[in-house]
Protein backbone atom coordinates (compact mmCIF):
# COMPACT_ATOMS: atom_id res chain seq x y z
CA UNK A 1 0.00 0.00 0.00
CA UNK A 2 1.36 3.44 -1.11
CA UNK A 3 1.93 6.16 2.23
CA UNK A 4 2.09 8.90 0.34
CA UNK A 5 0.02 12.16 2.10
CA UNK A 6 -0.60 15.39 0.52
CA UNK A 7 -2.30 18.25 2.73
CA UNK A 8 -4.77 20.16 2.82
CA UNK A 9 -7.29 17.92 0.74
CA UNK A 10 -9.16 21.20 0.21
CA UNK A 11 -8.17 25.17 0.13
CA UNK A 12 -10.40 27.83 -0.72
CA UNK A 13 -8.08 30.75 -0.52
CA UNK A 14 -8.44 34.88 -2.34
CA UNK A 15 -6.20 36.22 -5.14
CA UNK A 16 -3.30 37.16 -4.62
CA UNK A 17 -2.00 34.76 -0.71
CA UNK A 18 0.81 32.43 -1.11
CA UNK A 19 0.05 29.07 -0.35
CA UNK A 20 2.18 25.67 -0.14
CA UNK A 21 0.99 22.38 -0.66
CA UNK A 22 2.31 19.74 0.90
CA UNK A 23 3.70 16.14 -0.29
CA UNK A 24 5.39 13.93 1.95
CA UNK A 25 5.92 10.07 1.55
CA UNK A 26 7.32 7.24 3.51
CA UNK A 27 8.57 4.69 1.15
CA UNK A 28 12.26 6.30 0.92
CA UNK A 29 10.96 6.86 -3.27
CA UNK A 30 13.84 8.72 -4.35
CA UNK A 31 11.26 10.36 -7.53
CA UNK A 32 8.63 12.98 -6.89
CA UNK A 33 5.85 14.09 -9.30
CA UNK A 34 3.45 17.65 -9.19
CA UNK A 35 0.35 16.70 -11.28
CA UNK A 36 -2.45 19.32 -12.25
CA UNK A 37 -5.21 17.91 -13.35
CA UNK A 38 -8.63 20.22 -14.40
CA UNK A 39 -12.06 18.61 -13.96
CA UNK A 40 -12.48 15.89 -16.58
CA UNK A 41 -9.17 16.43 -18.30
CA UNK A 42 -5.87 14.12 -18.27
CA UNK A 43 -3.56 14.60 -15.65
CA UNK A 44 -0.42 17.10 -16.83
CA UNK A 45 3.24 16.62 -15.08
CA UNK A 46 3.81 20.26 -13.72
CA UNK A 47 7.21 19.41 -11.60
CA UNK A 48 9.57 16.43 -10.83
CA UNK A 49 12.17 15.44 -8.68
CA UNK A 50 15.01 12.99 -8.76
CA UNK A 51 15.91 13.15 -5.75
CA UNK A 52 17.69 15.97 -2.79
CA UNK A 53 18.00 19.18 -4.57
CA UNK A 54 17.20 18.15 -7.74
CA UNK A 55 13.75 18.95 -9.49
CA UNK A 56 12.83 20.41 -13.03
CA UNK A 57 9.75 21.46 -14.73
CA UNK A 58 7.44 19.09 -16.39
CA UNK A 59 5.22 19.70 -19.95
CA UNK A 60 2.90 21.78 -18.57
CA UNK A 61 4.18 25.30 -17.72
CA UNK A 62 3.16 26.56 -14.45
CA UNK A 63 3.61 29.56 -12.05
CA UNK A 64 4.13 27.23 -9.22
CA UNK A 65 7.50 26.41 -7.95
CA UNK A 66 9.29 23.03 -5.95
CA UNK A 67 11.44 22.12 -3.91
CA UNK A 68 12.95 18.85 -2.44
CA UNK A 69 15.54 19.31 0.70
CA UNK A 70 14.63 15.98 1.92
CA UNK A 71 13.64 13.06 0.21
CA UNK A 72 10.48 12.56 2.17
CA UNK A 73 8.86 15.75 1.50
CA UNK A 74 8.41 17.49 -1.74
CA UNK A 75 6.27 21.04 -1.28
CA UNK A 76 4.44 23.19 -4.16
CA UNK A 77 4.28 27.11 -3.66
CA UNK A 78 2.41 29.41 -5.05
CA UNK A 79 3.68 32.96 -4.25
CA UNK A 80 0.71 34.89 -5.31
CA UNK A 81 -2.79 32.75 -6.24
CA UNK A 82 -4.79 33.40 -8.94
CA UNK A 83 -8.37 31.97 -9.91
CA UNK A 84 -6.08 30.33 -12.57
CA UNK A 85 -4.53 28.52 -10.47
CA UNK A 86 -7.96 26.65 -9.23
CA UNK A 87 -7.06 23.02 -10.35
CA UNK A 88 -6.43 19.81 -8.58
CA UNK A 89 -2.96 19.43 -7.42
CA UNK A 90 -1.83 15.46 -7.36
CA UNK A 91 1.83 14.83 -5.53
CA UNK A 92 3.19 11.02 -7.00
CA UNK A 93 6.48 9.25 -5.98
CA UNK A 94 8.12 6.11 -7.83
CA UNK A 95 11.30 4.10 -6.62
CA UNK A 96 14.28 5.03 -9.02
CA UNK A 97 15.23 1.13 -9.27
CA UNK A 98 12.26 -0.66 -10.32
CA UNK A 99 9.36 -1.28 -12.24
CA UNK A 100 8.38 2.65 -12.82
CA UNK A 101 5.42 2.06 -11.00
CA UNK A 102 3.74 5.63 -9.90
CA UNK A 103 1.84 5.92 -6.37
CA UNK A 104 -0.24 8.66 -5.93
CA UNK A 105 -1.10 10.89 -2.96
CA UNK A 106 -5.27 12.35 -2.44
CA UNK A 107 -4.74 15.71 -4.02
CA UNK A 108 -5.09 18.91 -3.19
CA UNK A 109 -8.21 20.64 -4.66
CA UNK A 110 -7.21 24.16 -4.56
CA UNK A 111 -10.00 26.83 -5.17
CA UNK A 112 -8.91 30.60 -5.83
CA UNK A 113 -11.52 33.24 -5.35
CA UNK B 1 3.35 13.47 -29.92
CA UNK B 2 2.47 10.54 -28.14
CA UNK B 3 -1.73 10.96 -27.25
CA UNK B 4 -3.85 8.71 -25.03
CA UNK B 5 -7.30 8.06 -25.93
CA UNK B 6 -10.09 6.05 -24.15
CA UNK B 7 -13.32 5.06 -25.58
CA UNK B 8 -16.08 5.32 -24.52
CA UNK B 9 -15.73 8.33 -21.71
CA UNK B 10 -18.52 7.04 -19.65
CA UNK B 11 -19.99 3.67 -19.33
CA UNK B 12 -23.18 2.02 -17.15
CA UNK B 13 -23.73 -1.95 -16.88
CA UNK B 14 -25.75 -3.91 -14.27
CA UNK B 15 -24.00 -5.52 -11.14
CA UNK B 16 -22.20 -9.00 -12.28
CA UNK B 17 -21.69 -7.64 -16.26
CA UNK B 18 -17.62 -8.53 -17.46
CA UNK B 19 -16.87 -5.58 -18.91
CA UNK B 20 -13.66 -4.40 -21.05
CA UNK B 21 -12.14 -0.39 -21.12
CA UNK B 22 -10.28 0.51 -24.10
CA UNK B 23 -7.33 2.49 -24.21
CA UNK B 24 -5.07 3.76 -27.25
CA UNK B 25 -1.49 5.15 -27.84
CA UNK B 26 -0.33 6.81 -31.05
CA UNK B 27 3.51 6.08 -30.33
CA UNK B 28 4.28 2.47 -29.89
CA UNK B 29 7.63 3.40 -28.03
CA UNK B 30 6.47 3.15 -24.70
CA UNK B 31 8.56 1.81 -21.33
CA UNK B 32 5.58 0.71 -19.71
CA UNK B 33 1.54 1.07 -19.58
CA UNK B 34 -0.09 1.77 -16.40
CA UNK B 35 -3.80 1.21 -15.37
CA UNK B 36 -5.12 3.41 -12.60
CA UNK B 37 -8.70 3.92 -10.23
CA UNK B 38 -9.54 7.60 -9.43
CA UNK B 39 -12.92 8.09 -7.02
CA UNK B 40 -14.73 10.99 -7.34
CA UNK B 41 -12.26 13.85 -5.33
CA UNK B 42 -9.33 11.67 -4.59
CA UNK B 43 -5.85 10.90 -5.58
CA UNK B 44 -5.31 7.88 -8.29
CA UNK B 45 -5.23 4.24 -6.94
CA UNK B 46 -2.83 2.14 -8.98
CA UNK B 47 -4.22 -0.68 -10.21
CA UNK B 48 -1.95 -2.72 -13.07
CA UNK B 49 1.19 -2.25 -14.62
CA UNK B 50 2.21 -3.79 -17.49
CA UNK B 51 6.14 -3.47 -18.70
CA UNK B 52 6.62 -2.94 -22.54
CA UNK B 53 8.20 -6.62 -22.70
CA UNK B 54 5.13 -7.85 -21.31
CA UNK B 55 1.70 -9.18 -23.18
CA UNK B 56 -0.95 -9.12 -19.73
CA UNK B 57 -1.09 -8.58 -15.94
CA UNK B 58 -3.73 -9.89 -13.46
CA UNK B 59 -5.25 -8.85 -10.31
CA UNK B 60 -7.88 -10.36 -8.56
CA UNK B 61 -10.82 -9.89 -10.90
CA UNK B 62 -8.96 -7.33 -13.36
CA UNK B 63 -7.16 -8.24 -16.50
CA UNK B 64 -4.77 -6.24 -18.22
CA UNK B 65 -3.35 -7.10 -21.80
CA UNK B 66 -1.08 -4.98 -24.25
CA UNK B 67 0.00 -4.69 -27.82
CA UNK B 68 2.29 -2.36 -28.51
CA UNK B 69 1.98 -3.12 -32.45
CA UNK B 70 -1.35 -1.60 -32.50
CA UNK B 71 -0.83 0.53 -30.10
CA UNK B 72 -4.15 -0.66 -27.36
CA UNK B 73 -4.25 -1.78 -24.09
CA UNK B 74 -7.74 -3.10 -22.67
CA UNK B 75 -8.54 -3.42 -18.83
CA UNK B 76 -11.12 -6.46 -18.39
CA UNK B 77 -13.41 -6.52 -15.64
CA UNK B 78 -14.94 -9.84 -14.73
CA UNK B 79 -18.19 -9.90 -12.74
CA UNK B 80 -18.37 -6.08 -11.61
CA UNK B 81 -19.39 -4.56 -8.71
CA UNK B 82 -21.00 -1.26 -7.52
CA UNK B 83 -17.75 -0.97 -5.60
CA UNK B 84 -16.39 -0.49 -8.99
CA UNK B 85 -17.84 2.47 -10.07
CA UNK B 86 -14.92 4.69 -10.73
CA UNK B 87 -13.14 6.36 -13.22
CA UNK B 88 -10.39 4.26 -14.95
CA UNK B 89 -7.35 5.92 -16.55
CA UNK B 90 -4.56 4.51 -18.45
CA UNK B 91 -1.38 6.43 -19.05
CA UNK B 92 1.74 5.65 -20.88
CA UNK B 93 5.12 6.00 -20.14
CA UNK B 94 7.65 6.58 -22.88
CA UNK B 95 10.80 6.22 -23.38
CA UNK B 96 12.94 9.76 -22.65
CA UNK B 97 11.24 13.17 -22.32
CA UNK B 98 10.79 14.00 -18.97
CA UNK B 99 11.30 10.99 -16.62
CA UNK B 100 8.59 9.60 -15.31
CA UNK B 101 6.17 11.59 -17.47
CA UNK B 102 3.36 9.92 -17.92
CA UNK B 103 0.67 10.67 -20.72
CA UNK B 104 -2.89 10.44 -19.20
CA UNK B 105 -6.42 9.74 -20.89
CA UNK B 106 -8.91 11.67 -20.03
CA UNK B 107 -10.65 8.24 -18.60
CA UNK B 108 -13.41 5.37 -18.36
CA UNK B 109 -16.06 7.01 -16.02
CA UNK B 110 -17.80 3.66 -15.24
CA UNK B 111 -21.00 3.38 -13.27
CA UNK B 112 -22.23 -0.49 -11.78
CA UNK B 113 -25.42 -0.38 -11.06
CA UNK B 114 -26.71 -3.06 -8.87
Known amino acids: EADIYQTPRYLVIGTGKKITLECSQTMGHDKMYWYQQDPGMELHLIHY???????EKGDLSSESTVSRIRTEHFPLTLESARPSHTSQYLCASSARQDTGELFFGEGSRLTVL | KQEVTQIPAALSVPEGENLVLNCSFT??????LQWFRQDPGKGLTSLLLIQSSQREQTSGRLNASLDKSSGRSTLYIAASQPGDSATYLC?????????????FGKGTKLSVKP
Open chain 2, 91 to 103: AVRRYGGSQGNLI
Open chain 2, 27 to 32: DSAIYN
Open chain 1, 49 to 55: SYGVNST
